[in-house]
């Protein structure tokens, strides 16, 4: 059996909200309980080695403990064409670090009443209904044909990556690839004149992968999800997030979209080309999305720019079961959920679960090592930003990167997170 450590979480929280009511605090020269502080300076070794060996061209790596931040540093550049160096506050395109926000403001209409996690999305969203699967596929002229879906798609399918649909230019299957771009349907982000209503209707008309429920597949569902806070909430997707998530976690520079100062601190997306480092091209998408274009396109899926700190503290906000600096966000029955594996064994046994905004660790990944606790949650985005938080060890870490593809060799995501956990002392 299973232990889910948020359950242990939950029924302690009902004896001392406040005690899980940590912010983030800046590093002090007083030692850290449970922290072996000399081995911080071989996770900073690490990192200076990987930027000497031009491994990537930059990064800002953040680790938290018991609410403490005991290593911020930022290395580096964060554009190598201009000389501009990393700075600690260097925002970030995040990407696919998105779909938590999204899930959390799902949740947070959830438990308001205003619909069950299984309620079908077409009750919101008509367009949904009956909703079909992909049989035959001809290349030549992109035509297709389809049989009809043995159920509807839920909230929970979407949450869950289980709905069928696909991921457009970065799906694993060339058909859908060619059936999403032809319908006009919005991947990632955009520069472009388009609402997420637009593009959530369009992608609705179109054929899934699989019946829903049936498979584990990467999809757009959390860019549905997004147009779906619209609808129920009756606000604009960045509005609500602004008013529900980050101005009450004092996260004041994550957007969907950066004004001119902000954008002044955006770091450039690097490819390494030619033994050199270069600023990543327009390709089916604008680099600078979030500082030009007619920024009217809030993607649920992928579409937020944050710094580390910021991110730090919505990932605090989790390990205290719901509440940041007195202002509660979920509650702590409601995380619970969102930590137990939703998915069954749809993942396979790589050593993860999946619940309703995160991959979950489970015991095969606890056995594998460095990887952290039972029920360590985490994810990542598009341009190697990665992250991670282990409720038993109350341990946050944070490594952001913008970069395009594997790099130049780079193997800093996973020895920084397996380092963090050889901190614990």
């Not at 905004?357 to 090592?369: H, Y």
């Amino acid at each position: 059996m299973k232990l889910n450590y948020f359950i242990l979480v939950f029924a302690f929280s009902l004896l001392s909200e406040n005690s899980w009511s940590q912010i983030l605090l800046p590093p002090s020269n007083q030692p850290i309980k449970g922290i072996a502080e000399e081995r911080i300076s071989r996770i900073d070794g690490m990192l200076n080695e990987a930027i000497t060996q031009e491994k990537i061209p930059g990064l800002v790596a953040m680790i938290v403990k018991d609410g403490k931040v005991i290593y911020h540093e930022a290395k580096g550049m964060a554009d190598v064409k201009s000389g501009r160096k990393m700075e600690k506050n260097s925002i970030f395109r995040i990407a696919s670090q998105t779909k938590a926000i999204t899930s959390t403001a799902i949740m947070i209409l959830w438990e308001e009443g205003h619909f069950r996690l299984d309620d079908p999305v077409s009750k919101f969203i008509p367009e949904f209904k009956s909703p079909q699967v992909l049989t035959g596929f001809r290349f030549s002229d992109t035509t297709f044909s389809t049989k009809p879906a043995d159920k509807e798609i839920t909230i929970r399918h979407l949450l869950t990556h289980t709905s069928g649909l696909g991921y457009g230019v970065i799906d694993g299957d060339e058909r859908m690839k060619m059936i999403y771009q032809k319908a006009g349907v919005i991947d990632l982000f955009t520069t472009e004149d388009i609402s997420i209503e637009e593009s959530v209707k369009r992608l609705a008309k179109l054929p899934l992968h699989h019946d829903p429920g049936a498979r584990f597949t990467y999809s757009e569902g959390l860019d549905v999800l997004g147009y779906l806070v619209e609808v129920v909430s009756g606000m604009p997707f960045d509005d609500f997030l602004k008013e529900r998530i980050f101005d009450p976690l004092d996260m004041n520079d994550t957007r969907f979209y950066l004004d001119e100062k902000q954008g002044e601190r955006l770091v450039t997306v690097h490819t390494f080309q030619e033994k050199e480092w270069e600023p990543y091209p327009v390709t089916f998408y604008d680099p600078d999305y979030p500082k030009k274009g007619a920024k009217r396109f809030f993607s649920g899926g992928a579409g937020l720019s944050s710094t580390t700190e910021d991110y730090a503290k919505f990932l605090q906000m989790y390990l205290n079961v719901g509440i940041y600096n007195g202002k509660r966000i979920l509650s702590p029955h409601t995380i619970k959920t969102m930590m137990t594996n939703q998915v069954g064994d749809l993942l396979g046994n790589g050593g993860k679960d999946y619940g309703l905004a995160f991959g979950l660790v489970d015991e095969k990944g606890v056995q594998m090592g460095g990887i952290g606790s039972l029920g360590t949650f985490d994810w990542g985005g598009y341009f190697n930003t990665q992250y991670f938080a282990d409720p038993e060890e109350n341990i946050i870490g944070l490594i952001f990167k913008q970069i395009s593809g594997a790099g130049n060799g780079d193997e800093t995501g996973w020895k920084f997170r397996q380092m963090v956990f050889t901190l614990l002392d």
